[in-house]
């Protein structure tokens, strides 16, 4: 069912959260090889991944209260203009780096310094998306909308790691991609000033309400908030994460993010020493795995949860399962073939489970708190990407294999957890 919103409008929102997961696993796939190019150690791509997560994690939040006052669309451009700032100062500083014109620390200062631009304002473009969604639609045609709405950022990341090796090219080289992105944000933002009415509260038409913001969406595609509901249920109050009737969500929430956080970030690393040959050619490599696991997403989400309706217990349990499963098979794996399985498996099982997590904690709270329950489900998602990514880098210097095996033992863990947890067990 297609969203009430203007089809235009409607497909400005779908880009704008569409190219910002492009070009972030865009960057993912192209940065291992820009470090091993450079001589930036590997722990400081960690790091830079990490910052900027700590920041979304605080400012995601603001921007979503701040759609509420000061208009969506406006929230929006700022996104936009941050992202689009963001890929452009660190295309300048990889392509200058790769180039001699300065040494790897100050590259890894300044690109660092770069991403912390995207923390703090790219990350206000999609909260304020979907809000603009949930004001628009009834509550019959909310899900539906808010669902197609999500699903860009699953899409965004198939096409990102597709589309990077095709901008490496010329003297832009590996920073190409870079380039490129922060060239589709120009166009993007001339597209919301254009198509997008401005909804400022002091213009704003009689019956465009507005409800509390919803959370930003995972870059796996699945809402990372409970934003079906929050779009009608007002302000609300601000929820804690250690909130009794939510704890146990947001304990498996932050325990299976943080696995996939770090297996994840060290899998570039692992293609490019199992792989050998030259930058470039592994870079071709790791796209094609971030695809496979892209598209093993998108197959959970899109196929199997509606296809047979699964509720929040079975997402969290099945979804464990095949990502434990996924992740020992990528550390068992002796070639390209079996680290694009495993990966793939991984991948579809936390594809699963994610969503298990936030529908449960939306459904554990009443009706006025869903604002509250998105953003602490944005807190901890952004949490996982604080050392996750660090964790796994660092176990990764130290055996290869390593993240991957205690990564699927966690898994086996926290479902033993889930099993054990009646709350996490309760169909509501």
């Given at each position: 069912?297609l969203?009430?919103?203007?089809?235009r409008?409607?497909?400005?929102?779908?880009?704008?959260?569409?190219?910002?997961a492009?070009?972030?696993?865009?960057?993912q796939t192209v940065?291992?090889?820009i470090a091993?190019?450079?001589?930036?150690?590997?722990?400081t791509?960690?790091f830079?991944?990490?910052v900027s997560?700590?920041i979304?994690?605080?400012?995601?939040?603001y921007?979503?209260r701040?759609?509420?006052?000061?208009?969506?669309?406006?929230l929006?451009?700022?996104?936009?203009v941050?992202?689009?700032v963001?890929?452009?100062?660190?295309?300048?500083v990889?392509?200058a780096?790769?180039?001699g014109?300065?040494?790897?620390?100050a590259?890894?200062?300044?690109?660092?310094?770069?991403?912390?631009?995207?923390g703090?304002?790219?990350?206000?473009?999609?909260?304020?998306?979907?809000?603009?969604?949930?004001?628009?639609?009834s509550?019959?045609?909310?899900?539906?909308?808010?669902?197609?709405?999500a699903?860009a950022?699953g899409?965004?990341?198939?096409?990102g790691?597709?589309?990077?090796?095709?901008?490496?090219?010329?003297?832009?080289?590996?920073?190409?991609?870079?380039?490129?992105?922060?060239?589709?944000?120009?166009v993007?933002?001339?597209?919301?000033?254009?198509?997008?009415?401005?909804?400022d509260?002091?213009?704003?038409?009689?019956?465009?309400?507005?409800?509390?913001?919803?959370?930003?969406?995972?870059v796996?595609?699945?809402?990372?908030?409970?934003?079906?509901?929050?779009?009608?249920?007002?302000?609300?109050?601000?929820?804690?994460?250690?909130?009794?009737?939510?704890?146990?969500?947001?304990?498996?929430?932050?325990?299976?993010?943080?696995?996939?956080?770090?297996?994840?970030?060290?899998?570039?690393?692992l293609?490019?020493?199992?792989?050998?040959g030259?930058?470039l050619?592994?870079?071709?490599y790791?796209?094609?795995?971030?695809?496979?696991?892209?598209?093993a997403?998108?197959?959970?989400?899109?196929?199997?949860?509606p296809?047979?309706n699964l509720?929040?217990?079975?997402?969290?349990?099945?979804?464990?399962?095949?990502a434990?499963?996924?992740?020992g098979?990528?550390?068992?794996?002796?070639?390209f073939?079996?680290?694009?399985?495993?990966?793939?498996?991984?991948?579809m099982?936390?594809?699963?489970?994610?969503?298990g997590?936030t529908?449960?904690?939306?459904?554990?709270?009443?009706?006025?708190?869903?604002?509250?329950?998105?953003?602490?489900?944005?807190?901890?998602?952004?949490?996982?990407?604080?050392?996750?990514?660090?964790?796994?880098?660092?176990?990764?210097?130290?055996?290869?294999?390593?993240?991957?095996?205690?990564?699927?033992?966690?898994l086996v863990?926290?479902?033993?957890?889930?099993?054990?947890?009646?709350?996490?067990?309760?169909?509501?």
């Open positions: 069912m969203p009430a919103v203007p089809r409008e409607f497909a400005v929102l779908f880009a704008a959260l569409l190219t910002v492009a070009g972030n696993t865009a960057l940065l291992p090889g091993r190019a450079i001589g930036i150690p590997d722990m791509v960690a830079v991944f990490s997560a700590l979304w994690t605080f400012t995601a939040p921007w979503a701040q759609s509420d006052i000061r208009g969506r669309r406006r929006i451009e700022v996104g936009v941050g992202f689009g963001s890929m452009l100062g660190c295309a300048m990889i392509y780096g790769l180039n014109m300065i040494g790897a620390t590259t890894f200062i300044i690109f660092a310094m770069m991403r912390m631009v995207f703090l304002f790219g990350s206000a473009s999609n909260p304020a998306s979907q809000a603009y969604v949930a004001a628009r639609t509550a019959a045609e909310r899900t539906g909308a808010l669902s197609i709405l699903s950022f899409l965004g990341t198939i096409i790691p597709a589309v990077a090796p095709l901008f490496v090219i010329g003297d832009a080289g590996l920073s190409g991609p870079m380039f490129m992105f922060a060239v589709v944000a120009v993007l933002l001339v597209a919301v000033r254009r198509y997008l009415p401005d909804d509260p002091q213009t704003r038409l009689p019956g465009d309400s507005f409800g509390a913001a919803a959370s930003e969406p995972l796996s595609g699945a809402a990372s908030g409970a934003s079906l509901r929050a779009a009608t249920a007002g302000r609300g109050s601000k929820l804690s994460v250690r909130d009794v009737r939510i704890r146990p969500f947001m304990i498996f929430g932050f325990a299976s993010g943080s696995v996939q956080a770090a297996t994840g970030q060290a899998m570039g690393f293609i490019i020493d199992r792989m050998g030259s930058v050619e592994a870079s071709e790791i796209a094609i795995a971030f695809m496979a696991g892209a598209g997403t998108l197959l959970a989400q899109w196929g199997l949860i296809i047979l509720k929040p217990p079975s997402l969290m349990r099945w979804g464990t399962i095949i434990a499963l996924g992740t098979v990528t550390a068992m794996a002796g070639d073939h079996g680290l694009v399985i495993g990966f793939a498996l991984a991948s099982g936390f594809g699963l489970a994610r969503p997590f529908a449960g904690a939306s459904l554990a709270v009443s009706h006025t708190q869903q604002g509250g329950v998105a953003g602490a489900v944005t807190a901890i998602n952004g949490a996982c990407y604080i050392a996750g990514p660090a964790i796994g880098i660092g176990l990764y210097t130290l055996v290869p294999a390593l993240p991957y095996w205690l990564g699927a033992g966690a863990l926290l479902l033993c957890y889930v099993m054990a947890t009646p709350v996490l067990a309760r169909d509501f």
